[in-house]
């Protein structure tokens, strides 16, 4: 996981504890982090009520641009897991009317896609 893993493209799992001080500004009253995955600066924030994509812009990365994508928007997503030879496994998401996946994420081998997948089977599926 770590630096490494980020500057080869691949998401890490974030401690939710370090990222409610961060997002308290935008979270609901009834809206709680249930998984984060960090790629060098960049973020995919699993809610309870949607997906936030985190882009961290600039040399100093002090702007950020905070998209929030409702549950009900992704109309199908995917995961390949990694296989003998393979070093990683990838999520796919399409949002409602598009035809290609709108966001991919990398995932290292033994980094669990699997919660990821779970997070978005539980509130897209509902």
């Known amino acids: 996981m770590g630096l490494l893993s980020g ?14 001080a961060e997002f ?4 609901l009253d009834n809206e709680q982090i249930e998984k984060a995955y960090k790629l060098i600066r960049d973020m995919l924030v699993f809610t309870n009520k949607r997906l936030i994509l985190v882009n961290k812009q600039g040399l100093t990365g002090s702007k950020v641009d905070y ?5 009900s928007s992704i109309k199908m997503f995917s995961k390949e897991t990694a296989g003998m030879m393979d070093f990683d496994a990838e999520l796919k998401i399409w949002l409602t009317g598009e035809s290609a996946p709108t966001i991919k ?4 081998k033994g980094d669990n896609i699997n ?3 779970k997070v978005l089977s539980k509130y897209v599926l509902k």
């Open 67 to 71: 998209q929030s994508i409702p549950y």
């Open 24 to 27: 308290q500004p935008i979270l």
């Open 105 to 108: 994420q990398d995932f290292r």
């Open 115 to 117: 919660e990821a997948y």
């Open 7 to 20: 500057l080869m493209g691949h998401a890490s799992e974030v401690s939710i504890e370090k990222l409610n």
